[in-house]
């Protein structure tokens, strides 16, 4: 305002102190909210990222669960940083988790709403239907399944029943009507069925088993296909029925029905037996004439039976073997053998001395021959001859046949040699050359060979005439000087052991 003024100035200096304060953890991420329906799986939030704390490490912020508004709606629990939200069965509604955060002794808080959506479940069975027994052709049954089926979230009186499945409808037919399950029973039918019944609320379903149990009432079996009579012949094979199509048991597995023989008639002529449900028929050998079997089957305790009757007719029948001849072992050059054949043969329906025996064939007529005389067959063993021989015969009688065979072996044997070719007597002059006679023709062996043959001189009757030397197969006769008359030798052909001699005589006349 125009006033003048004067004025001095200086400077000065102040210090201030700001000293920590350790703040409380605080919300970094705050918790969202969440939806779930009834009966959903566990939720699990991460609570790691939710407080964070400026003045210390928030990783050592320790979180727990604060409050939980409705755990009837669910459990909840924080394990670490992790908070696990379990619904528990069938509930649904809202509530209020609210997390508590500890750093450093400082807390913060911060919840979240969950909301679990109800859903619709489907109805249960509450009471289920007890098994039900009952017997073969018994009447109808009505049965209530009012109470069978429940749903907690919608009106019982509302579910509908229906039949879903019949596992036996041969046996039992069932239907619905409202509330009322209605059974009936077909006739003659045992056995169990199972009915199973669907219950429906509000399009969804459960469902219900009824066991139905129907006891047989035990009738005896029946003769559902006679047995037709039979007609063969004399010693014809078995005759074999199949008894399983003749009995039937309508209340009772035909495959346990037993069969047994009552009965036969004339055991003499025919036997019976059972096998595997096949009746078998024997007719006995060279029997004819007739026999009724009787046949009894067998069914829980109940029988029925039948019967049917073979006729056998006669039929001439063939020779047998009676007594078959065994193989017959000889030596080579064995006296003939006779075998009666008498006891070989015989015929039921005729007399054995009629019976007619030929030789139909000889494998080996080179070393045996044979020939039948008087009821009789000779073998007649050819000279050093030996193997095996097969030999056939036929039995006829009244116009039929059988035949028979067997074996001959005849063993080799090992013969003497021989004198194949003699050596002749020789006639010389006192004072003669040397004779050399050859030695290699005159044995021989049919078992074994020549040339093996050893020779020797067996004896000398007049030494003083002459001196005999053999050196293999050469005789060599050295006559005395000045000297005459007569001499025998004896030569010995020695082969495979065995030995045969020859001789011969040696004149020399005086000059």
Same mark, same amino acid.
């Given at each position: 305002?125009?006033?003048?003024?004067?004025?001095?100035s200086?400077?000065?200096?102040?210090?201030?102190?700001?000293?920590?304060?350790?703040?409380?953890?605080?919300?970094?991420?705050?918790?969202?909210?969440?939806?779930?329906?009834?009966?959903?799986?566990?939720?699990?939030?991460?609570?790691?990222?939710?407080?964070?704390?400026?003045?210390?490490?928030?990783?050592?912020?320790?979180?727990?669960?604060?409050?939980?508004?409705?755990?009837?709606?669910?459990?909840?629990?924080?394990?670490?940083?992790?908070?696990?939200?379990?619904?528990?069965?069938?509930?649904?509604?809202?509530?209020?988790?609210?997390?508590?955060?500890?750093?450093?002794?400082?807390?913060?808080?911060?919840?979240?709403?969950?909301?679990?959506?109800?859903?619709?479940?489907?109805?249960?069975?509450?009471?289920?239907?007890?098994?039900?027994?009952?017997q073969?052709?018994?009447?109808?049954?009505?049965l209530?399944?009012?109470?069978?089926?429940?749903?907690?979230?919608?009106?019982?009186?509302?579910?509908? !029943?229906?039949? +879903?499945?019949? *596992?036996?409808?041969?046996?039992v @037919? =069932?239907?619905?009507? #409202?509330? %009322?399950? /209605?059974?009936?029973?077909?006739?003659?039918?045992?056995?169990?069925?199972?009915?199973?019944?669907?219950?429906?609320?509000?399009?969804?379903?459960?469902?219900?088993?009824?066991?139905?149990?129907?006891?047989?009432?035990?009738?005896?079996?029946q003769?559902?296909?006679?047995?037709?009579?039979?007609?063969?012949?004399?010693?014809?094979?078995?005759?074999?029925?199949?008894?399983?199509?003749?009995f039937?048991?309508?209340?009772?597995?035909?495959?346990?029905?037993?069969?047994?023989?009552?009965?036969?008639?004339?055991?003499?002529?025919?036997?019976?037996?059972?096998?595997?449900k096949d009746?078998?028929?024997?007719? !006995?050998?060279? +029997?004819?004439? *007739?026999?009724?079997?009787?046949? @009894? =089957?067998?069914?829980d #305790?109940? %029988?029925? /039976?039948?019967?049917?009757?073979?006729?056998?007719?006669?039929?001439?029948?063939?020779?047998?073997?009676?007594?078959?001849?065994?193989?017959?072992?000889?030596a080579?050059?064995?006296?003939?053998?006779?075998?009666?054949?008498?006891?070989?043969?015989?015929?039921?329906?005729?007399?054995?001395?009629?019976?007619?025996?030929?030789?139909?064939?000889?494998?080996?007529?080179?070393?045996?021959?044979?020939?039948?005389?008087?009821?009789?067959?000779?073998?007649?063993?050819?000279?050093?001859?030996?193997?095996?021989?097969?030999?056939?015969?036929?039995?006829?009688?009244?116009?039929?046949?059988?035949?028979?065979?067997?074996?001959?072996n005849?063993?080799?044997?090992?013969?003497?040699?021989?004198?194949?070719?003699?050596?002749?007597?020789?006639?010389?002059?006192?004072?003669?050359?040397?004779?050399?006679?050859?030695?290699?023709?005159?044995?021989?062996?049919?078992?074994?060979?020549?040339?093996?043959?050893?020779?020797?001189?067996?004896?000398?009757?007049?030494?003083?005439?002459?001196?005999?030397?053999?050196?293999?197969?050469?005789?060599?006769?050295?006559?005395?000087?000045?000297?005459?008359?007569?001499?025998?030798?004896?030569?010995?052909?020695?082969?495979n052991?065995?030995?045969?001699?020859?001789?011969?005589?040696?004149?020399?006349n005086?000059?």
């Open positions: 305002n125009g006033t003048q003024v004067s004025a001095q200086d400077l000065a200096s102040v210090s201030i102190t700001v000293q920590a304060i350790d703040d409380a953890p605080y919300v970094a991420s705050p918790l969202i909210s969440r939806f779930a329906n009834e009966d959903d799986a566990p939720t699990v939030i991460d609570l790691s990222g939710v407080f964070d704390d400026i003045d210390n490490d928030p990783n050592k912020i320790q979180c727990s669960l604060y409050s939980n508004t409705k755990p009837s709606l669910l459990n909840a629990s924080v394990n670490s940083k992790t908070l696990t939200l379990t619904y528990l069965p069938d509930q649904f509604g809202e509530a209020r988790i609210t997390i508590l955060a500890l750093s450093n002794g400082k807390t913060e808080q911060d919840s979240l709403t969950i909301t679990v959506n109800p859903i619709d479940d489907a109805p249960i069975v509450n009471q289920a239907l007890d098994t039900l027994q009952v073969e052709d018994s009447s109808g049954r009505s209530n399944l009012s109470s069978v089926f429940t749903d907690k979230d919608n009106d019982d009186t509302l579910i509908t !029943k229906s039949i +879903q499945a019949n *596992s036996n409808s041969s046996l @037919q =069932a239907i619905i009507a #409202g509330n %009322t399950l /209605s059974l009936s029973f077909s006739p003659d039918q045992y056995g169990t069925a199972t009915i199973t019944i669907q219950g429906q609320s509000n399009g969804k379903f459960a469902h219900s088993e009824l066991t139905i149990q129907v006891d047989p009432v035990d009738d005896p079996p003769v559902v296909q006679s047995i037709s009579d039979v007609n063969t012949t004399e010693d014809a094979p078995d005759t074999i029925i199949s008894l399983i199509p003749v039937s048991d309508k209340d009772n597995d035909n495959a346990s029905i037993t069969h047994s023989i009552l009965n036969i008639s004339h055991p003499d002529i025919c036997s019976a037996r059972i096998e595997n009746l078998i028929i024997s007719p !006995k050998a060279n +029997q004819y004439g *007739s026999c009724t079997t009787f046949i @009894q =089957a067998e069914s #305790g109940l %029988t029925a /039976s039948t019967d049917f009757t073979m006729t056998i007719t006669p039929i001439d029948d063939p020779p047998v073997i009676k007594n078959p001849i065994s193989m017959v072992t000889a080579e050059d064995d006296s003939n053998l006779i075998i009666p054949l008498s006891p070989v043969f015989t015929d039921v329906d005729n007399d054995d001395t009629a019976i007619i025996i030929s030789v139909t064939h000889n494998t080996r007529p080179n070393i045996i021959s044979t020939v039948i005389e008087n009821s009789s067959l000779t073998l007649s063993f050819l000279p050093n001859q030996n193997g095996q021989a097969e030999i056939y015969l036929i039995a006829q009688s009244s116009g039929k046949s059988i035949t028979h065979s067997f074996s001959v005849i063993q080799a044997v090992d013969d003497l040699p021989f004198v194949s070719q003699p050596i002749s007597n020789i006639e010389v002059n006192e004072d003669a050359d040397i004779t050399n006679i050859d030695l290699s023709t005159v044995f021989s062996d049919i078992d074994d060979d020549d040339n093996a043959i050893t020779k020797q001189l067996a004896s000398n009757t007049n030494s003083l005439l002459l001196t005999p030397e053999i050196v293999g197969n050469t005789l060599s006769i050295d006559y005395k000087a000045n000297k005459f008359g007569e001499a025998t030798l004896v030569i010995l052909g020695q082969s052991g065995k030995n045969i001699t020859t001789q011969f005589h040696v004149l020399v005086p000059i």
